[in-house]
C-alpha cells in the first residue's frame, strides 16, 4: 500500500484536471450538440500564451495569466459559438471535420512557429514540497488539484443555482421553449462556449508545468478528457469529474504496474482511450447525440460517365509520363500514388456510405508490419506478402467496424478515435507490429526495385485500386452503401441488414488500406509506425474533406497536396504550414458544405433527400416506374389514331 500510495495522490492531482476539462467539454457539447476535438487544442494554445507573454515578453505571471486563461478564451469562444451556430443542422461529418479542422489549425500553428521540440514552462506555483502521511508531494501539484476541484465543484453549484445555470440546463431540454420565454438561446450557448473555453485553458496552464511544453503532447493529454466525458455518458457534469478521477488514478497505478516493460511502456497513456472504446461500446445505444443533423443531400457528379471515364484516362496518361520529367522527385510522385489508395480507401467509407473513421492511419500501419514480416521473416513472394498484407488488415478493419454495430455519428468517431490510440500506444511497439526498435526492413520486387519500375507498379496498383472502388460504387452493395449513407433506418425497414453492410465497408477500406500501408513501406525500403499516428488519421480526413466538392476526383487532388505539392514548396518553413492550411480549410469546406446543403432544394426541409436525384437530370427508381405505368396505361386508353403527348417526370416528353 505504501508504494502505490505515491501513485494515487499524482493520480488523484492529473485526474482533477482531467475531470475539469471533461467537464467544460460536455456543456459546450450538451448546449450545443458539437463536440468540440479543439478542445485539447485550446489548452495547448493557452500554455503557450502565457509561455510567450510571461516567459519571452517578461510580464507578470499574475498578467499573463489573465490574458492567457482568461481573455484568449473569450475570444476562441466567440469564434466557436458563431461556428456551432452555423454547425447546428449540419451533417454529422461536417460537424466533426469543422473542429478537427481548427485543432489541426492551432496545433500546426504552434509547431510551425515553437517548434516541435519541447519546451520547459516557467514555474509560476511554489514548488516547495509538503510532507503528507509520509510523503513529500509538490506544493504545485497540490495547488494544481485544488484548484481544478474548486472550480469544479463551483461550477456545478453555478449550474445548479444560478439563474444562468437554470437556463443553461433549459437550453439543453428545449431551447426552442426558452426562447418563447423571453431569453435567447444564442447568450447563453456563448456562455457555456466562454466556460468551456475557460476550463480548456486552465487545464492547458496547470498541466504544462508538469510535462513541459510540447503541442502534440498537451493536446493528446486533455484529449484523455474524452474518456472522462464517456463516463459521464457525455451528459452528467458530477460523473463526468468523477471519471476524470478514475482517468487519472488508472493512469497512475498502470504506470507503477508496468515499470521496467518496454513493450507496455505505451499502455498508461493508453488507458483513457481503453475506457472511451469500451465505454461506447456498453453503452451502445443508450446514447444519445445531442442536437440535430441531416443526411448528406443529393449531389449531382461533375461530370457525366463518358465524360468521366475519359478523363480517368487522360489522367492515367498523364501518370505514366511522369518518370520522363520527374527526375529527382520521382520519389515524390511515388508516394502520390500510395496516398491516393490510402484517401481512395477512406473516401469509399466517407463520401459513399457515409461512415467517419479516426482510426485509418492504423490501418495503414498494420498492412505495412504486416508485409515486413511476411516477405521478410517467412519469405514468401513480394506480390502474395503486398496482398496478404491487406488480408491482414481486414480482421483490424473489422474490429474498428465493431463500434459501428452499437454506434453512429459523432460516437461512431469517438470509438475509432479510441481505437486508432490504442492501437498506436500499445500494439505498434509490440512484436506483432513494429517491435522495440520501431522499424523493420521491407524490401522491393527484385526483378522491378529501381525507382522508375517500381513507380509502374505502383501506379497500376493505382488504377487497379480505383477501378476496384469504382466496381464498387456501382455494383448492388455500392447502392446500398450510399443508401445507408442517406437513411440507415429505411433500409433497415426495408428488411436490409445494415449492420453487414457496415461491415462490409469497413472491411473493404481496411484491405485497400493495408495493401497500400504495404507498398508505402516498400517505397521506403522499411516499415515504421511514425508517419502512421491518429494525429495523422484526422490530418487524412480534413484533406478528404477540403476536396469533397471534386466528388469522385478528391482522393487524386488530396494524394497531390499531401505529397506533391510540398516537394515544390518554397522551403521548410511553408511545409511546417501546410497543416495549418489543411485545417483552416477543412473547418471552411465544413461551414461552406453546411451553409449549402441549408440552401439546397434537395435538403430535409423540402423533404427530398433521397441520393437517387445524384443522376443528372433523372427522378427516383419509384418515380420513373410510376412515369412508365401511367405512361402505358394512357396508351392503351387512348382512342385509335388520336395521338398524345405523354409528359414524363424531367419534364419532357413523347408523342404516342
Not at 16 to 23: F, N, P, Q, V
Not at 93 to 119: D, E, N
Not at 263 to 291: N, S, T
Request: aromatic share 8%; net charge positive.
Amino acid at each position: 500500500m505504501t508504494d502505490i500510495l505515491p501513485f494515487l495522490i499524482i493520480g488523484l492531482t492529473t485526474g482533477s484536471i482531467y475531470g475539469l476539462a471533461a467537464m467544460g467539454l460536455v456543456l459546450t457539447y450538451k448546449t450545443s450538440g458539437i463536440f468540440n476535438f479543439a478542445h485539447g487544442a485550446i489548452a495547448a494554445l493557452a500554455a503557450y500564451a502565457f509561455y510567450d507573454l510571461h516567459a519571452m515578453r517578461g510580464l507578470p505571471w499574475p498578467l499573463a495569466l489573465l490574458l492567457a486563461a482568461g481573455v484568449l478564451p473569450a475570444l476562441l469562444a466567440v469564434l466557436l459559438e458563431r461556428m456551432a451556430r452555423r454547425l447546428a443542422d449540419a451533417t454529422v461529418t461536417m460537424k466533426i471535420v469543422a473542429t478537427v479542422g481548427l485543432q489541426l489549425a492551432i496545433t500546426g500553428a504552434l509547431l510551425a512557429h515553437y517548434g516541435a521540440a519541447g519546451l520547459p514552462f516557467p514555474d509560476f506555483l511554489p514548488v516547495a514540497t509538503v510532507t503528507v502521511v509520509g510523503l513529500h508531494l509538490g506544493l504545485d501539484q497540490l495547488i494544481s488539484a485544488g484548484i481544478a476541484a474548486a472550480a469544479a465543484v463551483a461550477f456545478f453549484l453555478f449550474f445548479r443555482l444560478s439563474r444562468l445555470g437554470v437556463r443553461m440546463r433549459a437550453v439543453v431540454g428545449d431551447p426552442d421553449l426558452l426562447e418563447l420565454a423571453g431569453t435567447s438561446a444564442v447568450a447563453i450557448r456563448s456562455w457555456s462556449w466562454l466556460i468551456g473555453s475557460w476550463f480548456a485553458a486552465v487545464s492547458g496552464i496547470l498541466l504544462a508545468p508538469q510535462i513541459g511544453l510540447d503541442a502534440l503532447l498537451l493536446t493528446l493529454l486533455v484529449v484523455q478528457a474524452y474518456g472522462a466525458a464517456a463516463i459521464g455518458l457525455f451528459s452528467s457534469l458530477p460523473l463526468t469529474y468523477a471519471g476524470g478521477l478514475v482517468i487519472g488514478v488508472l493512469t497512475a497505478l498502470a504506470t507503477s504496474l508496468v515499470a521496467g516493460s518496454e513493450a507496455l511502456a505505451g499502455l498508461p497513456p493508453a488507458l483513457p482511450f481503453l475506457v472511451l472504446f469500451l465505454v461506447l461500446l456498453v453503452a451502445g445505444r443508450r446514447l444519445v447525440e445531442v442536437g440535430s443533423h441531416r443526411p448528406a443531400p443529393p449531389s449531382a457528379p461533375l461530370l457525366r460517365p463518358r465524360a468521366s471515364r475519359v478523363l480517368a484516362v487522360a489522367a492515367l496518361a498523364v501518370a505514366a509520363t511522369v518518370p520522363l520529367f520527374a527526375g529527382a522527385r520521382l520519389p515524390v510522385y511515388a508516394n502520390a500514388l500510395v496516398f491516393l489508395l490510402i484517401f481512395a480507401s477512406l473516401h469509399l467509407l466517407v463520401r459513399v456510405s457515409g461512415q467517419v473513421s479516426l482510426a485509418h492511419a492504423g490501418l495503414v500501419a498494420v498492412g505495412a508490419a504486416a508485409f515486413s514480416h511476411l516477405a521478410v521473416g517467412t519469405g514468401l513472394p513480394w506480390l502474395l506478402a503486398v496482398l496478404l498484407a491487406g488480408a491482414v488488415a481486414v480482421p483490424v478493419g473489422a474490429a474498428v467496424a465493431v463500434p459501428a454495430i452499437r454506434l453512429s455519428g459523432l460516437f461512431l468517431a469517438l470509438g475509432t478515435f479510441g481505437f486508432g490510440l490504442l492501437l498506436e500506444r500499445v500494439m505498434y511497439r509490440s512484436e506483432f507490429m513494429f517491435g522495440t526498435t520501431g522499424t523493420l526492413p521491407a524490401p522491393r520486387p527484385e526483378a522491378l526495385s529501381s525507382d522508375t519500375a517500381f513507380y509502374y507498379v505502383l501506379l497500376a496498383f493505382a488504377a487497379c485500386g480505383m477501378v476496384l472502388i469504382a466496381l464498387i460504387t456501382r455494383s448492388r452493395l455500392g447502392r446500398l452503401l450510399r443508401a445507408m449513407a442517406d437513411s440507415p433506418t429505411t433500409l433497415s425497414t426495408l428488411g436490409l441488414g445494415i449492420n453487414v453492410t457496415r461491415v462490409t465497408v469497413f472491411c473493404l477500406s481496411a484491405f485497400i488500406a493495408g495493401v497500400a500501408g504495404a507498398l508505402y513501406a516498400s517505397t521506403g525500403q522499411s516499415a515504421t509506425g511514425a508517419p502512421f499516428t491518429a494525429y495523422a488519421s484526422l490530418t487524412w480526413l480534413a484533406v478528404l474533406v477540403l476536396f469533397s466538392p471534386a466528388r469522385s476526383a478528391a482522393p487524386v487532388l488530396a494524394a497531390l497536396l499531401v505529397t506533391v505539392v510540398p516537394a515544390y514548396g518554397a522551403g521548410d518553413a511553408a511545409v511546417d504550414w501546410m497543416p495549418v492550411v489543411f485545417g483552416l480549410g477543412a473547418m471552411l469546406v465544413a461551414l461552406h458544405q453546411s451553409a449549402a446543403d441549408r440552401a439546397a432544394p434537395g435538403n430535409a426541409a423540402t423533404g427530398n433527400t433521397g441520393r437517387a436525384r445524384e443522376r443528372i437530370g433523372a427522378a427516383s427508381a419509384a418515380q420513373e416506374r410510376l412515369h412508365r405505368t401511367a405512361n402505358r396505361a394512357a396508351v392503351a386508353a387512348a382512342p385509335t389514331g388520336d395521338r398524345l403527348r405523354i409528359t414524363a417526370g424531367d419534364g419532357e416528353g413523347t408523342e404516342r
